[in-house]
């Protein structure tokens, strides 16, 4: 059964039928090729021939001969209509060698509406970037919403009194779909999959990387210290400490970026709100996901304060922000600072105010200009507001439809 997710498949729709070509991009098994079916099976339901859409998945075995891009190029001509409107819709296209002219010469030779997916960032290097020059679109597709999680199990989302409940599962096995829909037995071995595949294969194997455990130890330490603000020269100095791993500051900045590309993690850089500028040289990790932070470490976090800002840093991500930290003085700090467009948010997220302190929200209202601000707490509230800064729950933040 392909349950829909209507939020990206109308971020495709809005660009169907234009030069743009559609590149949907996520960690795997996130739903990618699910939003290409979707989108496969609306063009079908509204009239399109089955004859004019051409859907290959490279990672079949029926496309192990297409590998090449003139073998596909090859393919193409033999199998595609030169004289009507073609749908291309390729999936995983970057194991495809030279992707990206295959795909440029499909916009000059045809009618051609393109929609392609892959897993790694390296899909957008400069390459394509030159080739495809203001002429395609990226839809990055995330694991489940808290909300999305909640349609997938059929949970009735106006009994507030299980939220709790329900996020703590939540946290603890993630939103990758096929997890979700699952049975319990079953979930922490699909996860242990997806993390391996994503670390071995997709960055291990491909990259042709020769220390694997240095590799894996760079992610655990990720995974250990998400939302905490860390460096290459200080993870290098802990595997090296603790891990007895040697190991150079650059390998360590490369495995980073690996894991960055493969979108098993992002990095939030430090913005200085008084300057105005990035700091750059160190930031705070997220994981996409994390039931995939449990498998890393071979455990549940203890600290859910860290889970719960992990949370509302994908979710602002999944809403359309670019989101980094904020630093305004030596001792102060805002967990996001989020921007869009000409929008700017500042959020602070906190499981609860400490009864002998008023540093979240003193760190909003001391913010000198008036963008919104914003303070998520994961505990019940029946405040709407603390000395003019909106206050909301968590819960209903996530659940909240823009």
Do not use: C
Not at 169 to 187: C, H, M, N, T, W
Request: charged content about 25%; hydrophobic content about 40%; glycine content about 6%.
């Amino acid at each position: 059964m392909l349950v829909t997710r209507p939020q990206y498949l109308n971020e495709v729709l809005s660009y169907q039928d234009t030069e743009f070509v559609k590149v949907i991009t996520g960690v795997r098994r996130s739903g990618k090729s699910s939003v290409m079916q979707m989108y496969r099976q609306h063009l079908l339901d509204h009239g399109t021939s089955v004859n004019h859409i051409m859907y290959l998945n490279f990672e079949s075995f029926e496309t192990a001969s297409l590998l090449t891009a003139n073998a596909l190029i090859q393919y193409i001509q033999d199998h595609a209509t030169s004289d009507v409107k073609m749908h291309f819709l390729f999936d995983e296209i970057q194991l495809v060698t030279d992707w990206e002219r295959v795909i440029n010469g499909l916009r000059v030779s045809f009618d051609a509406d393109i929609v392609v997916t892959g897993s790694n960032a390296k899909m957008l290097s400069s390459e394509i970037s030159t080739l495809l020059s203001g002429r395609y679109v990226t839809i990055e597709v995330y694991p489940l919403s808290f909300a999305e999680f909640l349609q997938f199990k059929q949970f009735d989302i106006s009994d507030i009194r299980q939220y709790a409940n329900w996020f703590k599962e939540y946290i603890r096995y993630g939103g990758f779909p096929a997890v979700v829909l699952s049975d319990e037995q079953l979930k922490e071995s699909i996860l242990s999959g997806i993390y391996d595949t994503v670390l071995l294969n997709d960055v291990g194997f491909r990259s042709g990387i020769k220390e694997p455990e240095i590799l894996k130890s760079v992610s655990r330490f990720l995974a250990s210290n998400i939302g905490q603000i860390t460096n290459p020269n200080k993870i290098k100095g802990t595997l090296e400490s603790v891990a007895h791993l040697k190991t150079s500051v650059p390998t360590v900045t490369r495995y980073m970026d690996m894991l960055e590309n493969a979108f098993l993690f992002y990095r939030a850089e430090r913005y200085d709100i008084r300057g105005k500028a990035y700091l750059h040289g160190s930031g705070k990790w997220f994981i996409a996901d994390t039931g995939l932070r449990n498998v890393a470490l071979g455990k549940a976090n203890e600290n859910i304060g860290s889970e719960i800002e992990n949370v509302v840093y994908i979710e602002l991500r999944r809403r359309g922000y670019n989101v980094s930290i904020g630093r305004l003085d030596k001792d102060e700090e805002i967990d996001f600072v989020a921007r869009k467009l000409d929008e700017t948010l500042y959020v602070q997220v906190t499981e609860q105010l400490p009864s002998t302190s008023d540093r979240e929200t003193a760190n909003l209202l001391h913010i000198p200009d008036n963008h919104k601000k914003l303070l998520l707490m994961a505990t019940p509230t029946y405040e709407s507001e603390i000395e003019g800064v909106p206050v909301k729950n968590v819960f209903d933040w996530l659940l909240e439809t823009e």
